[in-house]
Every structure is written in structure tokens, then in C-alpha cells.
T-cell receptor, first 114, second 111 residues
Framework: GAGVSQSPSNKVTEKGKDVELRCDPI?????LYWYRQSLGQGLEFLIY????????KSGLPSDRFSAERTGGSVSTLTIQRTQQEDSAVYLC????????????FGPGTRLLVL | TQLLEQSPQFLSIQEGENLTVYCNSS?????LQWYRQEPGEGPVLLVT?????EVKKLKRLTFQFGDARKDSSLHITAAQPGDTGLYLC???????????FGRGTQLTVWP
């Protein structure tokens, strides 16, 4: 596939459960970003990875959120002990390098916490 | 606090009308990007402007970056139903990889 892919496309979970969201970036892209989009809101930055550098975690809303990127490619965003306010669309994007390079977005994972 | 303010939040117009969407900030950005997002999909980049005062045209869409690189506008001429979507502006810094997004303008063009 040529684009960014995310899985699952939809996830319904119960409050208190943990969830894992996956992102497959475009091959060769060294930068990977996670954003969250809530209803009526713009995209909220969560975390970004650039090559082998330490990730920028400054956007993570709480310590229940974590992300890792294995082998410089696939990334997993984990939300522990989910809360109803975590319900949102989680978008992943990748780019060749950071900065002004175009970010290509995946279709997102729609998370609903009941 | 939203770093980038977009207006209007909603816009509903008839086919053939012209419209302008604004993106304003008190901060300076090294680049300003405009995205369009359709339901169930991720945002798709329309244009990147990097120079103060820059104007870019894509068919019926005209993008302008303010001289001070704090604001931008998107003008659509003779809107068509296919232009319907959520238009997002995003500011980028010179060293940070993250983008700062506005809340978006939901445009609906009726036939």
C-alpha cells in the first residue's frame, strides 16, 4: 500500500479497559506523528517520532497514554484504563523528515469508550 | 487556548458563490498549510505557503500567507458541491515536527 494505514478503523471499548491502536507509515518516512481529533475540535498533537531520536511526548494528555515505534516503522499508541473523554478519532501521519515536509495522514481509528 | 483561530466555523452556501476562510494567530509560523478532510478520512494537504505575502493558486482555490506570517486565507471562487468538506489550517515551526491545527471550517456547498 502506498499510503498510511491504521488499524482498527473502529474500536468500541468499555471504560477502564486498555486499547492499542496501530499505524503503518509510508515506507521510507522517518517521521511519524499521532494526533487526536475530537468532535468539533481541530487536531490535537499527541506525540512524534523522528528516526532514532527520543520522541517528542509533549502532547500526551496523561500518563495513561504511551506510544512506541518499533524498528523505525510501525507505531502503536496505547491508552490504559480508558475514560469516556478518550473517545475521539486518532490520526497517524508520516513524513520524509520533520519540519516543512508534507505530512500524509491515515484514515484514523475511531475510538468509542462506553 | 487555540493557537490558530479559524473563521467561520461553519459555512453553507449555494453552488457558484465565492467564499473566504480565515486562519489567524498571534504567533509567527515558518510555514502554513491548508488541509481538506472528508468524513471518515484523514486530512489531505492542499497547499503549503512559506513566504510572507505569498499567494498560491490551485484552480479555483487561492491561498494567501500574511506578510507577518501570522495569518492566512483561503478563497474559493464559484464553489461546487465537490468542495464540501472540513478545511483545516495548520502552522509549522522551523524546528519542531508538530503542526498546530485550527478547529477547522466546515463548508457545505448546495447544488
Amino acid at each position: 500500500g502506498a499510503g498510511v494505514s491504521q488499524s482498527p478503523s473502529n474500536k468500541v471499548t468499555e471504560k477502564g479497559k486498555d486499547v492499542e491502536l496501530r499505524c503503518d507509515p509510508i515506507s521510507g518516512h522517518t517521521a511519524l506523528y499521532w494526533y487526536r481529533q475530537s468532535l468539533g475540535q481541530g487536531l490535537e498533537f499527541l506525540i512524534y517520532f523522528q528516526g532514532n531520536s527520543a520522541p517528542d511526548k509533549s502532547g500526551l494528555p496523561s500518563d495513561r497514554f504511551s506510544a512506541e515505534r518499533t524498528g523505525g516503522s510501525v507505531s502503536t499508541l496505547t491508552i490504559q484504563r480508558t475514560q469516556q473523554e478518550d473517545s475521539a478519532v486518532y490520526l497517524c501521519a508520516s513524513s520524509l523528515v520533520k519540519g516543512r515536509e508534507t505530512q500524509y495522514f491515515g484514515p484514523g481509528t475511531r475510538l468509542l469508550v462506553l | 487556548t487555540q493557537l490558530l483561530e479559524q473563521s467561520p466555523q461553519f459555512l453553507s452556501i449555494q453552488e457558484g458563490e465565492n467564499l473566504t476562510v480565515y486562519c489567524n494567530s498571534s504567533s509567527v509560523f515558518s510555514s502554513l498549510q491548508w488541509y481538506r478532510q472528508e468524513p471518515g478520512e484523514g486530512p489531505v494537504l492542499l497547499v503549503t505557503v512559506v513566504t510572507g505575502g505569498e499567494v498560491k493558486k490551485l484552480k479555483r482555490l487561492t491561498f494567501q500567507f500574511g506578510d507577518a506570517r501570522k495569518d492566512s486565507s483561503l478563497h474559493i471562487t464559484a464553489a461546487q458541491p465537490g468542495d464540501t468538506g472540513l478545511y483545516l489550517c495548520a502552522g509549522g515551526g522551523s524546528t519542531l515536527g508538530r503542526l498546530y491545527f485550527g478547529r477547522g471550517t466546515q463548508l457545505t456547498v448546495w447544488p
